[in-house]
């Protein structure tokens, strides 16, 4: 199968447990037969679900996916540091977390709930002075990012567990976030809040901004069946929709200005033809809509 006969669009993978962002990316390749094929958003190793890939043109789109917003399921255990902030990190500090109360660990999740200021985890993939944190974690080096405001909308318990004898405690949490937010550094933050620290044990992502995990497919079933969500109904998915006429479509897809959108309607938006084909996304610049991409006609190709 070839890039020409796969059509441009998303694909909502779940991503199964020990799989790199960049393995998915390489299966699809393979399953699509091109190598127009990227991610929206990096999901550790450790991790599973939601992972939206673009093919063909609708990489172009992921860009804009990124900055959506994401919701996952986690568990987080009390007692214990990691140096990676999670389960695939070794043991850095333990703390009998007997004493700390149901009560406790609410008032702590409602202290990081809301718009706050985060410090990454170090072992992510920002870059410090041209490298990656990780890798100079990972070789041996400190590193000291900056708090950056992230937003977490939802940080709702679910259940509250004792484990090894009491020692320790795991928390069920759902948590909904703006991009950028890393589930490792709330963990994290949690046991410093507490005093007895604190990693990720399970993390599970289950929509990215309107993709859920009901609509994702496991690697097994995208091998039988690959399913693509065309790159019209993706961009109608994702954007506001903005119906064009004849002449504005031509005019857009030649690169010519054309009037705003109007009505306060935030960027990007979604301009249809009258065939129901996305030609491109657009903003508003005063009396103008700017295109921030054009698409070639013709969806089904690269």
């Excluded at 976030?177 to 410093?192: K, N, W």
């Amino acid at each position: 199968m070839n890039s020409g006969q796969v059509r441009s669009g998303l694909i909502i993978v779940d991503k199964p447990q020990g799989w790199t962002s960049h393995d998915v990316v390489g299966r699809l390749r393979r399953l699509a037969g091109t190598r127009k094929v990227g991610h929206a958003g990096t999901l550790d190793p450790m991790a599973t679900g939601v992972l939206v890939v673009g093919i063909n043109k609708a990489t172009r789109l992921l860009t804009y996916i990124v900055g959506t917003t994401k919701t996952y399921e986690a568990t987080i255990r009390l007692g214990q540091s990691t140096v990676t902030d999670d389960a695939e990190g070794d043991i850095t500090a333990e703390t009998i977390a007997a004493a700390v109360t149901d009560e406790d660990i609410r008032a702590a999740v409602q202290n990081l709930t809301g718009d706050i200021e985060q410090v990454p985890s170090s072992v992510s993939a920002i870059k410090v002075n041209g490298e990656r944190s990780y890798a100079k974690v990972r070789a041996g080096g400190e590193v000291n990012l900056p708090a950056r405001p992230v937003t977490v909308s939802r940080f709702e318990i679910h259940d509250i567990r004792r484990e090894n004898g009491g020692k320790l405690r795991d928390v069920d949490v759902t948590v909904e976030c703006s991009s950028g937010t890393y589930i490792r550094a709330l963990a994290r933050d949690l046991g410093a809040e507490l005093g007895v620290g604190g990693h990720l044990t399970a993390l599970r992502r289950t929509r990215v901004g309107p993709f859920g995990i009901e609509a994702a497919s496991t690697l097994e079933q995208l091998a039988e069946e690959l399913r693509v969500t065309d790159l019209d109904d993706a961009a109608a998915d994702l954007f506001p929709v903005r119906h064009l006429s004849a002449a504005e479509a031509d005019d857009l897809s030649h690169g010519r200005r054309i009037s705003a959108t109007g009505s306060g309607v935030p960027a990007p938006v979604a301009a249809m033809d009258q065939q129901g084909h996305v030609v491109g996304l657009l903003e508003d610049k005063g009396d103008h809509a700017k295109a921030l991409l054009v698409f070639a006609p013709g969806n089904e190709k690269a």
